[in-house]
Nanobody, 116 residues
Framework: QVQLVESGGGLVQAGGSLRLSCAAS????????MGWYRQAPGKQRELVAT???????TYADSVKGRFTISRDNLKNTVYLQMNSLKPEDTSVYYC??????????WGKGTLVTVSS
């Protein structure tokens, strides 16, 4: 059974930082591309950042220079370090595991609220 469990969300003031974690089980973690997505109320889910099995990263323009995605294959965990948070970063953040020719897996999400 595949599980992706996010943690680390919470309430933070604008300009603050949070670190999200996503612990994966039931998959061969090192062979999966991992990603963070977010969905604000009334909006579509959007890509935040991805990291390939080889460690290459991509970011949404809105978070470049502020967020950093990383992975620890020994701990089967992917992280999202979020700095200089803005109120518009308020969303539910979801972890994603992707592999070619296989369905994507999703976590249940963790809420990040940034107050102004």
């Amino acid at each position: 059974q595949v599980q992706l469990v996010e943690s680390g969300g919470g309430l933070v003031q604008a300009g603050g930082s949070l670190r999200l974690s996503c612990a994966a089980s039931g998959i061969i973690f090192s062979t999966n591309a991992m990603g963070w997505y977010r969905q604000a109320p009334g909006k579509q889910r959007e890509l935040v950042a991805t990291i390939t099995s080889g460690g290459s990263t991509t970011y949404a323009d809105s978070v470049k220079g502020r967020f950093t995605i990383s992975r620890d294959n020994l701990k089967n965990t992917v992280y999202l370090q979020m700095n200089s948070l803005k109120p518009e970063d308020t969303s539910v953040y979801y972890c994603n595991a992707h592999k070619t020719n296989r369905m994507d897996y999703w976590g249940k999400g963790t809420l990040v609220t940034v107050s102004s």
